[in-house]
């Protein structure tokens, strides 16, 4: 166990609805990042935070959007869902430190939009 | 840009022979790269991670990799395969220099009989 969690596990939300994706970072980390994994594929980088700003995007539409909080824990949140939003949600966190650190990965939350 | 390419989407053995899971790499600059697993319904697990140091790179639970710059190569071993290995492996590149952003490739499914 990496001591990195996510809330909630599972979710069911219908077409144009808003979710909210929660993740806790392991003890001393102060940067998250979050990625989509679809189902049958490898996870992509939507976006990181560090020290509460963010710190780069990757090819996600504006309606993806991040917060991250003084205890370093951070929420994606999405808006007008769109079928192809279903998919394995993870968050990682690590120890920035000016060079490549290991991220360590939650279990991830599973979205399905219907 | 910077890609990974895994050659496999299936690697099948049996327990006790050797593992090679394959991984190309494409990078402007001296590249991190990573292999990370997936068991199912749990998190990425890191295996190992190469920044630019010793070539051959060792790992947890026996697995390890080699860089190769010539044939930008970053293939994954195990002498022997226990049927614990059975998951999802994953072969990531940084995004840019000096980040800890990923990108993932596409996966390689490990199977292994007894």
């Known amino acids: 166990e990496t001591g990195v969690t996510q809330s909630p596990t599972h979710l069911i939300k219908t077409r144009g609805q808003q979710v909210t994706l929660r993740c806790s970072s392991q003890?001393?980390?102060?940067?998250v990042s979050w990625y989509q994994q679809a189902l049958g594929q490898g996870p992509q980088f939507i976006f990181q935070?560090?020290?509460?700003?963010?710190?780069g995007r990757g090819n996600f539409p504006p309606r993806f959007s991040g917060l991250q909080f003084p205890n370093y824990s951070s929420e994606l949140n999405v808006n007008a869902l769109e079928l192809d939003d279903s998919a394995l949600y993870l968050c990682?966190?690590?120890?920035?430190?000016?060079?490549?650190?290991?991220?360590?990965f939650g279990p991830g939350t599973r979205l399905l939009v219907l | 840009a910077q890609s990974v390419t895994q050659l496999d989407s299936h690697v099948s053995v049996s327990e006790g022979t050797p593992v090679l899971l394959r991984c190309n790499y494409s990078s402007s600059y001296s590249p991190s790269l990573f292999w990370y697993v997936q068991h199912p319904n749990k998190g990425l697990q890191l295996l190992l991670k190469?920044?630019?140091?010793?070539?051959l790179v060792k790992g947890i639970n026996g697995f390890e990799a080699e860089f190769k710059k010539s044939e930008t190569s970053f293939h994954l071993t195990k002498p022997s395969a226990h049927m614990s290995d059975a998951a999802e492996y994953f072969c990531v590149v940084t995004l840019s220099y000096n980040t800890d952003k990923l990108i993932f490739g596409t996966g390689t499914r490990l199977q292994v009989f007894p």
């Open positions: 190469y920044t630019s140091a010793a070539t």
């Open positions: 003890s001393g980390h102060n940067t």
């Open positions: 990682a966190s690590s120890s920035a430190t000016g060079g490549v650190e290991t991220q360590y």
């Open positions: 935070y560090y020290r509460e700003e963010e710190n």
